[in-house]
């Protein structure tokens, strides 16, 4: 059996993971690609968005027993009454997992029945965001505190948007070759390109205005293990951002010349920028309950 | 250019300001940390470093023979969210106690810790 204090990140990941796929893939749905495309691309990746919701109330779920255990330092505490009744009535990480049942129940509905693309973003929007309501975001009073959250939600959504609309990507790339959405999917392209730099700009913005909020300093002190996790994940998303200019800058004005190969390479680029923002995850699910200091 | 100087300099401080820390440090405590007190103390006050959850935090008292002394519910100052006061039920006679104390802050991490202080000469 795992530990607790193992499992907990663990839970943290599945949760982070679910809620940007959902938010990102109904994103590009709504927003980026037009109706008809949207609909194609909705209808293929049904199954992604309605596990990914699945798993987002599934870690919900887990999450309240798993914190009471790593309260209780053993996993008889996850289902101890007083615990999990003291951490759900008296702590405000009880009041906030309360709206992250809720918004996940209500997201699960919005996917098993017919909702809109929007109703879908807005929902997933929002139980991305509800992360900033507990975790590092709170450890401040006043407007510093208020101003520290409202930051840390806008990265989630900043972040989660860049991230998860990039699982919709290789749909919309497949799509160019087929005549009936070429069009379609050329313009989608354009507004996922304007809208990735707002998207890379400001998760990158509130990374460092959160980073300054919690540290209070620049993370340079190694032997702190939070200060170097965070420095492996800003390196990842160095990685990442420029394997997007690659993409965007090298990659895409290819496909005048040679539209075959530059598909081809837009492609892997956005799998290889999946594969270090899934990194990206899981550095975040392990540091972000560590001590900074 | 004054009003940029100005705005800078107080995001600096509201950012910089380096008081605030995740996860709940012990910052002080009365008896204090190997310390010696006279007389034995009627609770054990413990300053941390971040707001408590009051219902998920605590501290338990123990004697050198490993034997604990009962204390009653801890609470909160109520001028002081950071301040956690645990009152001492039972009797202490001269000798060497053990505080192990934990500690669930607001923004959801728990800490733990002990330390040891004597009563008597």
Known sequence: ?293 | MKTTTCTLALLSCLLFDGSAWAHAHLRAEAPAADGTVGTAPAALSLTFSEGLEIKLSGATLKGSDGKAVSTGAPSLSPSDDKLMMVPITGQLGAGIYTVQWHALAKDGHTTHGTYQFTVGH
């Not at chain 1, 860049?162 to 160019?176: H, I, T």
């Open chain 1, 1 to 293: 059996m795992i530990a607790p204090h193992v499992a907990l990140p663990l839970a943290r990941l599945c949760f982070d993971t679910a809620a940007i796929a959902a938010y990102g893939i109904s994103g590009f749905i709504a927003w980026v690609a037009p109706k008809r495309l949207g609909q194609a691309i909705a209808a293929s990746s049904n199954f992604l968005i309605v596990a990914a919701g699945s798993l987002a109330l599934l870690s919900t779920f887990a999450w309240l027993p798993i914190e009471a255990a790593v309260i209780g330092d053993s996993w008889q505490s996850a289902l101890d009454r007083s615990t999990l009744s003291a951490l759900l009535c008296d702590t405000a990480m009880g009041k906030a997992w309360l709206v992250r049942l809720a918004l996940s129940l209500l997201l699960a509905a919005a996917l098993l029945w017919r909702s809109t693309p929007i109703a879908r973003l807005a929902l997933s929007g929002l139980l991305l965001a509800s992360l900033a309501l507990t975790g590092h975001a709170n450890m401040d009073e006043g407007a510093r505190g208020v101003l520290h959250i409202l930051n840390d939600a806008l990265h989630l959504l900043a972040a989660g948007a860049w991230l998860g609309s990039l699982l919709a990507l290789p749909g919309c790339l497949a799509r160019l070759r087929d005549p009936a959405f070429c069009t379609e999917a050329k313009t989608a392209l354009r507004r996922f390109s304007s809208a990735g730099h707002l998207a890379v700009a400001l998760a990158i913005a509130t990374g460092i205005v959160n980073t300054v909020l919690v540290l209070g300093r620049w993370p340079t002190d190694f032997t702190s293990t939070y200060q170097m996790l965070l420095v492996a994940k800003i390196a990842l998303v160095a990685g990442m951002t420029g394997l997007a200019l690659v993409n965007r800058y090298i990659f895409v004005p290819r496909m005048v010349t040679e539209p075959d190969r530059a598909i081809i390479q837009i492609r892997n680029g956005t799998y290889a920028e999946l594969a270090l923002g899934a990194g990206v995850l899981a550095l975040v699910a392990f540091f972000g309950i560590l001590d900074p200091a």
